[in-house]
């Protein structure tokens, strides 16, 4: 059984990644700053504080790349409005022959994503504090 300390430290560790919803890279500066301070007190925080900088670079460029394919279907649509603007004729609407719904479909996966980043970071420092290892998936594995 660990430490209550280093549960509650590796608990910290990864509920920190929420401050990337206050300031910009936040998910991923400070559980990094976090990790840093406290990953020469014993094995289990060195443990933590990797799998939660590891999760929070990786999902930060799931939804970077995401997110650019968001503004690509956004400059598609864009750009078809003002074609059919400069050809105006009231007796027909404009249709988006379905790139309308591929943006909200990109829209829609951002938000999941995001839910599901929630959830695991959540599960992940209740493992903590359980005292625990938790493994996040699909993770891509920056520090080793």
């Known amino acids: 059984m660990k430490n209550q300390n280093e549960n509650t430290n ?16 936040g998910s ?6 976090l990790w840093q301070a406290q990953k020469d007190r014993s094995d289990f925080l ?3 504080g990797k799998e939660a900088v590891n999760f ?8 970077f790349i995401l997110g650019a394919s968001f503004f690509t279907f ?14 105006v004729d009231f007796r027909h609407s404009i249709s988006f022959n379905g790139d309308f719904f591929n943006f909200f479909g990109i829209f829609s996966i951002v ?34």
């Open 111 to 144: 938000g999941i994503v995001t839910l599901i980043k929630i959830g695991l970071i959540i599960i992940a420092a209740m493992k903590a504090n359980n005292g625990e290892l938790y493994k996040y998936p699909f993770v891509i594995k920056f520090i080793k």
């Open 56 to 63: 929070n670079i990786s999902f930060g460029l799931y939804l």
């Open 28 to 33: 991923i500066i400070t559980p990094l700053i």
């Open 46 to 48: 060195d443990e933590h």
């Open 74 to 87: 956004f400059f598609r649509i864009f750009s078809k409005i003002l074609n059919k603007i400069d050809h």
């Open 10 to 25: 590796a608990f910290l560790i990864h509920l920190s990644s929420f401050a990337g919803y206050i300031f910009p890279l």
